[in-house]
């Protein structure tokens, strides 16, 4: 028999925050919340959102620098950044705050060099 469940939100019964959801074909437990995305964006360019998920706004630092501004805060400046940009191409995280994640899009086709290139953000971790 197929079940379905509607709800509108979940809450933890034993701490509101926490939920605690047993992994596939196991008995290992992990936290729901914690193993969520709390954060990402794909940018064409640096303050060209073109989807989002907890992203207020970007800047362009110059070219090849997206500097990612969250709507609801991390934790902490240890939440977990995972940026990356098109094929043939890389990204890297320059500064982390609780609010703003800047990373790089370099080109490394002929030459290494900075670029504006379609960019990508993930960010996991606890929310403020």
Known sequence: MTSQLKVDKLQGRTAAGSIVVTSEGTSVETNLQQGLCKAWC??????????????SSQGDGGTGDFETNLT????SVNSCPT???????????ESVSTSLINQFSIQRVDSIALSDLRAYLQVTGDLA
């Open 83 to 93: 940026v990356s940009c098109q094929a043939n191409d890389f990204a890297a995280v």
């Open 72 to 75: 609801n805060n991390m934790s």
């Open 42 to 55: 794909t940018a064409s360019q640096p303050g060209t959102v073109e989807d989002s998920f907890n992203v």
